[in-house]
């Protein structure tokens, strides 16, 4: 509509609403809308969509619910007249109150107007103001504290920080020991407590708070107040940027903190700042020029300060690295925070350095303030250290292989051997051994397949072992059904022992107790008790013992296996009173 005029731009919001049958507003007649710090809007709103949602449902709030309603309208206040306007509901119809009446006031302001409406009204309780104009405030003023530097030509002293979450090792820049005036030679251990000494109490949980926004991967500003041994009272304002490594956790936390006590210094103690830093500092504008580095530069480059200042930092990138580092230039021009971001820059001698980057922009200034660490050294170890695992998993993979191999061949040995054996009781034995071979052959089959040495899925394990087994019995003529219900994973050491304590136990089960019948059951289940051990049920629904014996006494080969396999895994081995069949519990921890 053109409308410049504040009355104007007002007046033209509730005619075209009303005209449109989207919303009526009744002025009061104590409002006084002038456009600056006085303003004062009282209305009411007949036909709030919010409360009318209440009536309609015919339930009755405790409190005014038109918080929407509230916002709609400041928001649309503000923008017209260019003020900071905030709306808060006194009465409501959700509540029974004749009226949804609202006051409209400047922030600094609807405190006031608000303890004048109490008595007035004669309100029971003072209306609460919503909590996202509260919010916005507290934004508004964190705006103006955004980041470490507020302009190119009066900046503060500052130095730079880095903490290591898993070591709690805690790295400082010369100047931060000048600011907090604590020694340089004090070491990692005893910095941290020295730093807390001073923080004034009144500021220790809000500096507790902050580390944990960090801590969950946020980045967060403070200001609070030091005390040095001397006496000496100082100004702090702070900041920390998380780092994550490539899973997301945090890692690290980089951050710069800033002496205001001053409120500004000059350009002339910024660069000495940066002269003096060797850390790997630096301010670039806009344009994607260098304004500012540090000494640190001049190191891991081999470029002067004064090679670099002024050019445009992409012209040292390698480039395969240009496209990301756009992207992320312009993710700070627009206000992103670039975290854990790395590139390779091109050195003086025509090779390239890995820098990892934490930044931060300032849109007051058309700066972009950074804290970059060389991480080459690092990276290249890292690549070292995958070749070497890689070269380590293929090997395993070979030895597994190999044994599987051969286990595969004794048992054909004895399997051909066995060809010749007449009497059923040494065919037998042979038969035993070659399956014991099978379930240990079994194990490093798996390892083979595996990506992960450290675990085996013995439930796979299993589903291979107990048809294996059944059918070196019974062939193709098997009736007997089979459950299994062990969602555990083991490691080599706790696997192949009890592979062969099952592989006994089954042996058993198929020799002596089972009939090969539509009806014949084995089962087996491992879990973890209440007391975190491991425990394995296993049995079967045949004709069980023919007479009641002491475990103990047994002295089959078997079961004399199944007592020294239960042993090696620190077990205790249990045969349960069932009324058919045959069952074990054998309790035990991984080795």
Not at 78 to 84: F, L, R
Not at 328 to 338: D, K, M, Q, R, V
Not at 392 to 409: D, F, G, P, S, Y
Not at 491 to 499: E, K, Q
Request: aromatic letters at 10%.
């Amino acid at each position: 509509m053109k409308l410049e005029n504040p009355i104007e731009k007002l007046s033209a919001g509730p005619v075209h609403f009303a005209y449109s049958g989207w919303a009526f507003v009744e002025i009061l007649e104590e409002s006084n809308p002038s456009p600056d710090e006085n303003f004062f809007l009282k209305y009411n709103h007949p036909y709030s969509f919010e409360a009318n949602a209440w009536i309609k449902k015919g339930e009755k709030s405790k409190e005014p619910v038109c918080t929407m309603n509230a916002a709609y309208s400041s928001g649309w206040c503000s923008e017209s007249y260019g003020i900071p306007l905030t709306a808060v509901e006194l009465t409501c119809r959700a509540k029974g109150d004749e009226n949804c009446t609202f006051v409209m006031a400047h922030q600094d302001k609807i405190e006031h107007y608000l303890e004048k409406e109490i008595i007035n009204q004669k309100l029971k309780s003072k209306p609460q103001i919503p909590y996202f104009f509260e919010r916005k405030e507290i934004e508004e003023k964190l705006k103006q504290q955004e980041f470490l530097l507020k302009s190119s030509q009066s900046l503060s002293k500052i130095g730079s920080w880095e903490f290591d979450v898993k070591t709690k090792d805690l790295i400082w820049s010369d100047e931060l020991f000048n600011i907090f005036e604590i020694d340089k030679n004090t070491s990692s251990e005893r910095l941290y407590e020295s730093y807390i000494s001073r923080i004034l109490k009144q500021d220790l949980s809000e500096l507790e708070r902050c580390t944990q926004i960090a801590l969950n991967g946020e980045k967060y500003t403070i200001q609070h107040g030091i005390e040095t041994p001397e006496g000496n009272k100082k100004w702090i304002f702070g900041t920390g940027i998380p780092v994550k490594n490539n899973k997301g956790k945090v890692v690290k936390i980089m951050g710069y903190a800033q002496d205001i006590t001053n409120s500004i210094t000059t350009e002339i103690e910024l660069n000495k700042f940066f002269k003096l830093s060797m850390d790997m500092l630096c301010v670039a504008n806009f344009d994607g020029e260098f304004v500012k580095v540090s000494k640190g530069w001049e190191k891991s480059l081999g470029f002067s300060r004064n090679e670099l200042i002024g050019r445009k930092f992409i012209d040292y990138i390698h480039k395969d690295d240009i496209n990301k580092t756009i992207e992320a230039f312009e993710n700070s021009i627009s206000g992103e925070y670039i975290t854990d971001f790395e590139n390779r820059y091109i050195t003086a001698d025509g090779n390239y350095r890995i820098l990892n980057w934490n930044s931060a922009s300032d849109k007051d200034t058309g700066l972009i303030y950074c804290i970059v660490k060389d991480v080459t050294l690092e990276r290249a170890a890292e690549i070292e250290l995958k070749n070497t695992l890689h070269e380590r998993e293929i090997l395993l993979k070979e030895v597994h292989h190999r044994v599987k191999n051969n286990m595969q061949i004794i048992s054909s040995l004895l399997n051909l051997q066995s060809s010749f054996i007449n009497d059923k009781s040494i065919l037998y034995l042979f038969r035993e051994s070659q399956n014991r071979i099978k379930s240990i052959g079994g194990i490093h089959e798996l390892l083979y397949q595996s990506t992960n040495f450290g675990d085996i899925k013995f439930e796979d394990y299993l589903k291979k072992l107990i048809p294996d087994l059944i059918y070196s019995y019974f062939s193709n003529d098997s009736k007997i059904n089979f459950e299994i219900d062990a969602d555990v994973n083991f490691n080599i050491d706790t696997s192949i022992p009890l592979g062969l304590i099952v592989n006994e136990i089954i042996s058993n089960s198929l020799k002596h107790g089972l009939n090969n019948n539509e009806k014949d059951l084995i089962y087996l289940k491992i879990n973890k008790n209440d007391f975190g051990n491991y425990e394995l049920v296993i049995g079967d629904n045949g004709k069980g013992y023919t007479k009641p014996e002491n475990i103990e006494n047994l002295k089959s080969l078997g079961l004399m296996l199944i007592e020294e396999l239960t042993h090696q895994l620190n077990g205790q081995l249990i045969k349960t009173n069932i009324k058919r069949g045959t069952e074990y519990k054998i309790i035990f921890n991984e080795i």
